[in-house]
């Protein structure tokens, strides 16, 4: 029954308790739950419990289900859900099948008859599932400028999840890639709070339907809540921030997202302001459940409540950190291993006291919510053979087009590209042909380094330009390897020159450079640097005198400071997915024309790692002659940057008046002229600077754009709709307000005033 109803619980002394809309269905099982039960559904294992091996952190392959372990934890713990892939390796759909299928019949033995919950990162396509459709990564998405390919690439994941029997998705990442450093930049949609807001709430529509019980939905989880992974470069080290820059920059994109129905929430990993967030009532209780009022699950991530004991040393006790968690507003914790110590120790605080019933219930609440919108207690289990269209050409074609509009040109000397047929080419470098690097991490396998072995049938950037371009006439020297065995990091059979004398039979070479797959704390690194034997790769090559194409595959931007001059073209294809090496090749070949922009700032300098929306003070400024105290801010490609083989005239910037006030709306209008010979795709950037305001203001904010397709000649005036609130920002009293003045609105070079009253 489907029948919604209001459903309010009062704030108690101790810790408030958030009135949600609830199931007579839910209540009706809450209200017959034991202390036992209710426990078990605020549990998370992982898979690699269930399945039998040396022990509960490693399976045996193939694998079988440890019947014994599968009682314990579902029939006698409850346990209400389960995560991930065993041994993080990708599975087929039919054992997806059968894996979840067994999971869910020992579920429905229990008296409640509650099914588990399985969740999993199908973070760019269905990561654990064999032949599913892999997309470029978030950051790549974000590159498109195109808020209908996230949609539809969310769409398409969201179809082979469930596919795969799984119904809840860990994603998308709605931290900001704002810290070139950090080892899970790829993971986010870069380094701008509005471009993260429109492609996150694009991709939880995609992901969940128009209704979530439809077998092709799953609910999204938006993660890691919230302001994870800044300032500091290693992944879950501390932040200290302001909450200023907590509410400007980091909470807007999960607030799109909530807005747009996001069913779910996973916690941030770190600490901020020395408090675990997993442990920060502020955050998770009156920020996100009560001011944002957000009635979905919240979860923890991996093993975070332990975290607070073992690593943070905030809570002298397992038993005291999960009191602190769930008082917090933790409701399910993804244990993920010892479930007995969370369980008991959480049966115990409840009947102390320490942890109170309605707490319990409200978190209990949630998932039943969440289980019971996405229709588990009807169909506790999708079958395969119902979703014929999973890894079909038509989802490939959508993940080779999401490859090609991300694909962003950054140089282009003496319009080398695209190449003319007939040339020999030597195509080199550590990403030249393999298929891991690509794609990056979290496919098939956590860190990405089974792709190999599951990709055998898709190109790597040499064979696809082998196929572009003639297989007589492209050949293959790396130079430089990554050491495919070991960590990310380590490269091996170093021959440049070798590299140097393959370049000798070629008339264009295309070297392609960047990082191995990684992401959390294995990814983390001592340099920003790209590594010395890449570049010095990228020299010898560039003293042959040949012409170098520099293809850059790579989950953050590498400094290539000391050879970029060099390198006569250089393009970004960031970690493309399956397809990217097709859609480059096509690209090199102008067959299609590039029309990615950055969705980040590409930094010259390791210790200037500044974003576009930095504060007046990061920049030179002169100072009536005397004294230049600028920190300086000098990228090696802004933020948006991105060239095309068309070129663009911009024209007529116009705004609808130049004095405003209240809740009017301005019209900015600009005309886009396509000047070049070739059909091209322009994204038009509107940004915003307030020129005086009471927080020192940003230089400039992106507040609207849109991705245009232009035919040679052709032109077409876009037009944006600003509010004084598309204008606003959070002021010293935490309030978001648009002080009465003066802003420059910016299209290209183009600016025009308005004075807000
Ligand atoms: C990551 C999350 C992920 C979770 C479950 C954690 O280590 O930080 O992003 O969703 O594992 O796999």
């Known amino acids: 029954m489907l029948l919604i109803v209001a459903f309010f619980l009062f704030s108690c002394q101790k810790e408030s308790v958030v009135g949600i809309e609830t199931y007579p269905e839910v209540e009706a099982l809450i209200s017959q739950m034991t202390l036992e039960e209710k426990v078990g559904q605020t549990a998370q294992i992982t898979l690699d419990v269930l399945i039998k091996g040396p022990s509960r952190y490693k399976s045996t392959e193939p694998f079988t289900l440890d019947e014994e372990m599968l009682e314990k934890a579902i029939n006698k713990y409850h346990i209400g859900s389960v995560l ?12 997806w099948h059968d894996i979840v299928t067994a999971i869910q019949n020992a579920a429905l033995e229990n008296e409640t008859k509650i099914p588990v919950l399985y969740g999993i990162d199908a973070i760019h396509g269905a990561t654990y599932t064999a032949d599913a459709t892999f997309f470029p990564q978030q950051i790549a998405q974000a590159a498109t400028w195109n808020p209908t390919l996230v949609y539809e690439a969310g769409r398409i994941t969201a179809y082979e999840t469930r596919a795969s029997a799984i119904p809840w ?27 993260c807001s429109v492609m996150g709430a694009e991709a939880v529509k995609g992901y969940q339907g128009d209704d979530l019980a439809s077998p092709t939905s799953v609910a999204a989880c938006l993660k890691h809540f919230f302001a994870y992974g800044s300032n500091t470069g290693k992944d879950r080290t501390p932040l200290e921030i302001s909450e200023v820059a907590l509410r ?11 807005e747009a129905g996001a069913a779910s929430i996973m916690v941030n990993s770190g600490l901020i302001n020395g408090v675990p967030v997993h442990a920060n009532k502020t955050l998770l209780t009156d920020l996100l459940k009560e001011e944002m009022g957000f009635d979905g699950l919240v979860v923890t991530d991996w093993a975070d409540i332990e975290n607070i004991h073992n690593r943070d040393r905030v809570a002298d006790s397992h038993k005291e950190a999960i009191k602190l968690a769930i008082n917090a507003g933790i409701d399910m914790s993804m244990i993920p291993y010892k479930f007995e110590r969370y369980c008991d120790n959480l049966i115990a605080l409840v009947k102390e006291g320490e942890v109170s019933m309605e707490r319990l219930d409200d978190a209990v609440r949630r998932t039943l919510n969440l289980k019971y919108k996405l229709g588990l207690f009807e169909t506790p289990v999708t079958n395969y053979k119902d979703y014929p269209e999973f890894g079909s050409d038509a989802f490939e074609k959508s993940a080779y087009h999401t490859a090609d509009e991300a694909i962003t040109l950054l140089k282009n000397g003496k319009n080398i590209l695209p190449l003319k047929k007939g040339q020999r080419i030597l195509v080199a470098g550590p990403n030249a042909n393999n298929m891991r690097t690509l794609n990056g991490g979290w496919t098939y396998s956590w860190q990405g380094e089974k792709t190999d072995l599951f990709a055998e049938r898709y190109h790597t950037i040499f064979e696809a330009i082998q196929n572009e371009f003639g297989k007589d006439k492209v050949s293959y020297f790396a130079g430089v390897e990554y050491d495919m065995t070991g960590g990310y990091i380590n490269e091996v059979n170093i021959d440049i020159p070798g590299a140097v004398r393959a370049a000798k039979n070629a008339d264009v070479l295309v070297l392609c450079l960047g990082e191995n797959s ?14 010395d034997n890449q570049e010095e790769l990228a020299l010898a090559l560039a003293k042959t005198g040949k012409p170098v194409v520099l293809v850059l595959n790579e989950g953050r931007p590498r400094i290539i400071r000391n050879f970029v001059k060099e390198m006569d073209a250089v393009v970004q294809t ?18 299609v024309n590039p029309s990615g922009k950055l969705p980040y700032t590409y930094p010259m300098y390791s210790n200037t790692l500044v974003p576009y929306n930095h504060k007046p003070s990061e920049e030179s400024t002169t100072q009536d002659g005397a004294y230049d105290y600028g920190g300086g801010f000098f990228p090696q490609y802004e933020f948006g940057f991105g060239l095309s083989y068309a070129t663009f005239a911009y024209s007529d910037l116009e705004v609808s008046k130049n004095n405003f006030s209240g809740k009017e709306e301005l019209t900015v209008s600009v005309k886009v002229k396509n000047t070049g010979k070739v059909t091209g795709k322009e994204v038009v950037q509107l940004y915003s600077s307030d020129l005086y305001a009471s927080i020192s203001p940003d230089m400039k904010r992106l507040r609207a754009f849109e991705k245009i397709e232009l035919q040679p000649g052709e032109a077409k005036t876009v037009s944006f709709t600003i509010s004084a609130e598309d204008l606003s920002f959070i002021n010293a009293q935490y309030e978001r307000v648009t002080e009465p003045g003066v802003f420059e609105l910016m299209v290209e070079k183009m600016k025009v005033k308005v004075s807000y009253q």
Do not use: C, Q
């Open 518 to 531: 990684y992401t959390e704390k294995p990814g983390d690194l001592h340099d920003l640097m790209i590594s």
């Open 248 to 258: 400007e920059y980091y909470l807007p994109a999960f607030e799109a997202a909530i």
């Open 574 to 591: 960031y970690l493309g997915g399956n397809f990217a090496g097709d859609a480059l090749a096509d690209i090199l070949s102008g067959d």
């Open 169 to 195: 998705n860990f994603s998308p990442v709605l931290d900001l890639g704002k810290d070139p450093r950090w080892p899970r930049i790829w993971e986010t949609y870069g380094e701008d709070p509005y471009l």
């Open 84 to 95: 991930n892939t065993a041994n993080t390796k990708a599975l087929s759909v039919e054992k």
